[in-house]
C-alpha cells in the first residue's frame, strides 16, 4: 500500500526540467510548507518542513512549466518515496543510511 500526499506549498526554487532521448522528462522542484504552533512559554513557532517533488511526465508543456516559479503557491497529490543507500564509514565497514527527508513522488499538480 502506498502512503498518498496531498499537500500545497510553496516553491522554494524554479521548477527544473530534465528531457530524455525518448521523448519523457521528469520535472523536478521543491515546496516548503509551514505548521505554526504556541510552545510552553507562549511564543509563536513557526515549523518549515521541505518536500523534494517528481513529476514523471510524456509530454512537457513548457506554459505550465513557466509558472512553476520560486514562490508559486501549488497544492500536489503523491506518493512518499524514501531512499536508502550504503556508506563507507571505514574500508571494511558500511551502514545502510535512510534519508531524513521524504521525496514525493507527484501524481498531479493541481
Given at each position: 500500500m502506498?502512503?498518498?500526499v496531498f499537500?500545497?506549498?510553496n516553491l522554494?526554487?524554479?521548477a527544473k526540467v530534465i528531457n530524455f532521448e525518448n521523448g519523457n522528462a521528469v520535472i523536478t522542484f521543491s515546496i516548503a510548507t509551514?505548521?505554526?504552533?504556541?510552545?510552553?512559554?507562549?511564543?509563536?513557532?513557526q515549523l518549515t518542513t521541505w518536500h523534494d517533488c517528481?513529476?514523471?511526465v510524456k509530454n512537457v508543456n513548457e506554459k505550465?512549466?513557466?509558472?512553476?516559479?520560486?514562490?508559486?503557491?501549488?497544492?500536489?497529490?503523491g506518493t512518499?518515496?524514501?531512499?536508502?543507500?550504503?556508506?563507507?564509514?571505514t574500508k571494511t565497514k558500511s551502514v545502510k543510511i535512510r534519508k531524513a527527508y521524504?521525496?514525493?513522488k507527484v501524481i498531479e499538480i493541481l
Open positions: 502506498e502512503a498518498k499537500t500545497s506549498g522554494g526554487n524554479d509551514n505548521n505554526y504552533f504556541t510552545n510552553r512559554d507562549g511564543e509563536q513557532i517528481k513529476k514523471f505550465f512549466i513557466e509558472k512553476l516559479t520560486k514562490g508559486a503557491t501549488v497544492t500536489i497529490l512518499l518515496s524514501y531512499d536508502e543507500f550504503e556508506k563507507e564509514v521524504i521525496d514525493v
